[in-house]
């Protein structure tokens, strides 16, 4: 992803994206190199190496390189919801938008909000207040539930390469959110039998740390339009 690109969404829609996402940008860690069927021979153990944006996160797709405004575009004149201008920066596997939202009247020097906007129903999800709150609350949620993982490949440790995935994010999180992360880490994994996942935390303790870590009125909030 280079800073250009990003430098010209921001003349488009006339908003400042956030000073983290800006400092990911340049530090490399927005890079998704070219999607298709070679992704993953050509990139995977790059990526365990050096992770981009909450890798080995579940259901986080980053939109590929320099194509944000082009997705930005669509999404604006699509499905966006009326109030909010939304720069979509990661996607799902549902083909759902991660978005960065900026209310459309009086957006100067406005930190937006992060959404969860799908493309097929006029609905979205307030994530979290900001974007580093956010970071921190997606990778929470992607050591809930490693169900997708391999966790008996004796080639591959979840471990490990979360471990490495967190140290790469710590520049970017508060030193409250990684210490908290480092240390549902330091845990063993465990299975929750009432839902049938494995991770380092329940469902129970994720919505726990966050309403007391990233607090928000709006948080989970699901609004129709």
Not at 33 to 62: C, D, I, Q, V
Not at 67 to 95: H, K, L, R
Request: aromatic share 16%.
């Amino acid at each position: 992803m280079d800073i250009q690109h990003l430098e010209s969404v921001e003349a488009i829609y006339g908003v400042q994206l956030p000073e983290v996402y800006l400092r990911l940008c340049q530090d490399g860690l927005l890079e998704t190199g070219k999607y298709g069927s070679m992704w993953y021979g050509t990139y995977y153990a790059e990526r365990l190496k050096h992770p981009t944006l909450l890798f080995l996160s579940n259901e986080f797709e980053l939109i590929q390189d320099n194509e944000i405004a082009e997705v930005a575009e669509w999404v604006n004149d699509d499905f966006s919801p009326e109030e909010f201008t939304c720069i979509p920066f990661a996607m799902s596997g549902a083909g759902d938008y991660y978005c960065v939202a900026y209310p459309k009247e009086d957006n100067d020097g406005v930190d937006p909000v992060v959404i969860y906007l799908p493309h097929d129903y006029n609905e979205y999800t307030y994530l979290a207040k900001n974007f580093v709150d956010f970071i921190f609350r997606h990778f929470l949620e992607a050591l809930t539930d490693l169900s997708f993982f391999d966790l008996e490949d004796e080639k591959f440790s979840i471990q490990e390469a979360l471990h490495q995935s967190l140290l790469a994010h710590q520049p970017y999180i508060s030193e409250e959110q990684f210490e908290k992360l480092k240390e549902i880490l330091a845990r063993e994994i465990q299975t929750f039998e009432i839902d049938e996942y494995v991770g380092y935390l329940s469902k129970e303790e994720f919505k726990t740390i966050i309403e007391s870590m990233i607090p928000f009125e709006f948080l989970d909030h699901e609004v129709s339009f």
